[in-house]
């Protein structure tokens, strides 16, 4: 069982940078797919980004061009680059991992089983 730890985020003002870090224990394949979720109150979880071991990178449309998802496989830690930052980019992040998963990288939720704590995002206008 890999654990994902968070860290970063807190409170930006609108056009304002963050970044979230999750940083994975134990050993895992080259193999995996990595994602950020967001969660507002009262909406629908969203994957806004995610990468995989064999690179590339999807996004949603809403935070394309402005977040970038990365990779330090030395230190086994994921980030969440956040520029640009809108007042609809407030809610509790989410990073998550799934193993042993070839090609490219999903953005569903489902796929996942290894999450971390989550970490709230605030942006105020």
């Known amino acids: 069982q890999v654990q994902l730890v968070q860290s970063g985020g807190g409170s930006a003002q609108a056009g304002g940078s963050l970044r979230l870090s999750c940083a994975a224990s134990g050993d895992f394949p080259r193999a995996f797919s990595m994602a950020w979720f967001r969660q507002a109150p009262g909406k629908e979880r969203e994957g806004v980004a995610c990468?995989?071991?064999?690179?590339?990178?999807s996004y949603a449309d809403s935070v394309q061009g402005r977040f970038t998802a990365s990779i330090d496989s030395a230190q086994k830690t994921f980030y969440l680059q956040m520029n640009s930052l809108k007042a609809e980019d407030t809610a509790i992040y989410y990073c998550a991992l799934a193993l042993d998963w070839p090609g490219t990288c999903s953005r569903a939720g489902d796929v996942y089983f290894n999450w971390g704590q989550g970490t709230q995002v605030t942006v105020s206008s």
């Open positions: 990468t995989s071991g064999y690179g590339g990178a």
